[in-house]
């Protein structure tokens, strides 16, 4: 067993397209937040299905670990190289293999990011609606199970992922699902592998559900004297049938942080932005009956506008609040986590968060998905400081901990990886260890991702 013997045989296979060069591994062992770099032995950029099941054969007759990589903007160290061994990078692999828009469906090669999806489908009147802010890989969202700020409305990659092609860990080509909408034959093992995080096989193709463009947009947002207000808001929104396509809440952490990265002057209370989907007089109708409860709940400054430029600019906050809050200290890292808890339990949640954060005298404005209880602490730490990241860690502990009591879950969307590995056990009970037996069935080897999502041998 040996990775240095695997990559002599990958080089015979892939020639060219296997990489050794320093800025190569380097690049591909970086994390957009605060893991170290963990750099791989090599990475291989295939072309196709067969290139990777071949390279997969290779790697498991010598046991060689395989990291997939779309396009590394995953945030909980998805992957870092920790053992070594193999990057498979499908950057190459990017082709949209086939639009069917009377079926409202693209069939796509995981490297295609979503803009690019979306630029592709500008003809049709179709787009594809998962965002998660980042211009990710189409197969990199669909292994972390990624949603974003559309979620509320379109719901998540389980939503929109139809059938995929896998490669598995045996170098095996697997399909699983259909083109149909729904199917009751057998294991969903489509749902098996969104979400597994290259930990039992690589995805090589994806069918996703398309969705019609929306004949118009209107774009509002709204200040609050305090989160339990604004979320209130939002539970009343939804229960009033009122649907919204986001719906984004910053507190005033952040406002404040954005107000000194782009020279803005928005009151440094919590605000919601919210984005309406449908025909001119539906998205008109919507807006003034968000914004009638905003008012009832103390909403300050309540605006919505249905021009391109005015909605750009009503959500430029929202857009700039990431790196306004890394600007806001000099030369910091992030460690950037999220959880998700039952809507009713949000406020409650928010504002404990906040306490705990502000007894530990480190910078973490809050921003999130608040249509799906989903938020996030963007909690900034100096490089230098190990203490500090510590303590960050400490405070992402007690989210999750705060968050399981509530009813929810340690990540509402990033994702595993190694950063809530430890959490894992506490969530899941039994069912981890389930999760391990698929894990060992399907990759007995433990050379897919190893170190992720399941504790292994």
């Known amino acids: 067993m040996s990775i240095e013997t695997a990559i002599t045989a990958l080089n015979s296979v892939l020639g060219d397209r296997l990489s050794r060069s320093k800025s190569d591994l380097a690049l591909h062992g970086q994390s957009e937040t605060h893991f170290a770099t ?16 071949q390279a997969m054969r290779i790697c498991g007759e010598h046991g060689c670990p395989v990291i997939g990589f779309g396009t590394g903007t995953s945030l909980e160290g998805h992957t870092a190289a920790i053992r070594g ?11 949209v293999l086939e639009l069917r828009p009377e079926d409202m ?38 292994s972390t199970r990624a949603s974003g700020t559309t ?34 034959a ?47 808001t939002v539970i009343e929104t939804i229960q009033s ?35 309406f989907h449908g025909s001119p007089s539906a998205v008109a109708e919507q807006a003034a009956a968000f914004g009638e409860l905003a008012t009832e709940n103390g909403g300050l400054g309540f605006v919505w506008s249905t021009d391109e430029d005015e909605k750009r600019a009503l959500w430029a906050a929202r857009y700039d609040a990431y790196y306004a809050i890394l600007g806001s200290k000099k030369g910091a890292r992030a ?21 705990g954060i502000a007894q530990s005298g480190l910078v973490g404005p809050i921003l999130g ?60 009970g039994a069912a981890w260890g389930l999760m391990g037996q698929i894990k060992r069935a399907l990759d007995p080897d433990n050379i897919m991702n190893p170190g992720k999502l399941v504790r292994q041998n």
């Not at 090599?42 to 067969?50: E, F, G, H, K, R």
């Not at 059938?163 to 699983?176: F, H, N, Q, S």
């Not at 460690?335 to 306490?355: F, G, M, N, R, Y």
């Open 241 to 275: 049938g009122v649907p919204m396509a986001r719906i984004e809440y910053l507190d005033a952490a952040s406002i404040a942080a954005v107000n000194s990265y782009s020279n803005r002057a928005d009151p440094e209370q919590p605000h919601l932005f919210v984005d």
């Open 105 to 142: 469906l693209a069939r796509v090669q995981p490297g295609l990011t979503r803009e690019e999806l979306n630029e592709e489908l500008r003809a049709t009147g179709l787009f594809f609606p998962v965002d998660p802010g980042a211009n990710a890989s189409l197969g990199g969202m669909a």
């Open 186 to 232: 057998g294991y969903d093992l489509t749902a098996l592998f969104v979400g597994s995080e290259g930990t039992l096989g690589l995805i090589t193709e994806l069918t996703l559900k398309l969705h019609g463009l929306p004949e118009a947009t209107a774009a509002a947002v709204c200040a609050f004297p305090d989160t339990p207000s604004a979320v209130q």
């Open 151 to 184: 979620a509320v409305r379109y719901g998540t990659m389980r939503d929109n992922v139809l059938a995929l092609e896998i490669v598995t860990a045996e170098g095996k080509i697997i399909r699983t699902g259909t083109a149909a909408r729904k199917s009751s």
């Open 369 to 428: 998905h608040v249509g799906d209880g989903n938020y996030h602490a963007i909690l900034l730490v100096d490089p230098d400081e190990e203490a500090e990241r510590e303590q960050a860690l400490a405070l992402q502990s007690r989210m999750v901990t705060l968050a399981l009591e509530l009813g929810g879950t340690a990540t509402g969307e990033h994702g595993v990886g190694m950063g809530k590995l430890d959490y894992m056990e506490a969530e899941h």
């Open 335 to 355: 460690v950037v986590t999220d959880v998700c808890v039952p809507i009713s339990t949000l406020a409650e949640a928010i504002e404990k968060t906040q306490a």
């Open 85 to 95: 061994g193999v990057t498979i990078d499908f950057r190459e692999m990017n082709a």
């Open 38 to 53: 963990t750099s791989p032995d090599a990475v291989l950029y295939p072309q196709n299905a067969d290139e990777v099941a």
